[in-house]
């Protein structure tokens, strides 16, 4: 089955620096590339996708970036905020499921 | 309404007890989706619903039950379980199939097994 890593597992950050997170995955059947926020106690929430016939997507302050190649793709956020603070899933979609990383906690400091 | 729905918000339950979980969404997705998830972990699957029936058993112990009466509706039923299914259980859904479209969680239900 696949298989998704994802680093780092924590990530502190200054207010106004980037932060980036970066996903490995093994099937290369796999062309779905979403990305998850999951604040304290609430519901994990998209945030940005991607599909694999695109290399890079942006909505504001935040970018995903693929390397089908490679299979690894990555989660780009500038100028961070502290409501940015969450834990993050990237995600690889087949045919037949989803299949979640293992998170990273990122920490916006003031 | 582009929201999933699901009650209850918590749960406590014995080991003996059978209890329902239940998710709704209106927005005419064709698949829906239950996950399990514990504390600093991913969401973990458990069971795809497809155009109402099950496609997907993660091989989920039978305590879990799973049932879709209708295109909107999904519950999980639960009876006998231990204390290490305790955690918190996500409902998803999507408006296609399988793992490429975008699934679109409810609030979860936080479940205790005493």
């Known amino acids: 089955g696949e298989n998704v890593e994802q680093h780092p597992s924590t990530l502190s950050v200054q207010e106004g620096d980037s932060a980036v997170i970066k996903c490995t995955y093994s099937d290369s059947a796999s062309n779905y590339f979403p990305w998850y926020k999951q604040e304290l106690g609430k519901r994990p929430q998209l945030i940005i996708d991607i599909r694999s016939n695109v290399g890079e997507k942006k909505d504001q302050r935040i970018a995903v970036t693929l390397n089908k190649t490679a299979k690894h793709f990555s989660l780009h956020i500038t100028e961070t905020q502290p409501e940015d603070s969450a834990v993050y899933f990237c995600g690889t979609g087949t045919a037949s499921k989803l299949t979640f990383g293992t998170g990273t906690r990122l920490q916006v400091t003031l | 309404d582009t929201e999933v729905t699901q009650t209850p918000k918590h749960l406590v339950m014995g080991m003996t007890n059978k209890k329902s979980l239940k998710c709704e969404q209106h927005m005419g997705h064709r698949a829906m989706y239950w996950y399990k998830q514990k504390a600093k972990k991913p969401p973990e699957l458990m069971f795809v619903?497809?155009?109402?029936?099950?496609?997907i058993n993660e091989s989920v112990p039978s305590r879990f039950s799973p049932e879709c009466p209708n295109s909107s509706l999904l519950n999980l039923h639960l009876h006998a379980l231990q204390p290490e299914d305790s955690a918190l259980y996500l409902c998803?859904?999507?408006?296609?199939?399988?793992?490429?479209?975008?699934?679109?969680f409810g609030p979860g239900t936080r479940l205790l097994v005493l």
């Open positions: 998803a859904s999507s408006q296609g199939t399988g793992g490429r479209e975008t699934q679109y």
């Open positions: 619903y497809s155009y109402e029936k099950l496609s």
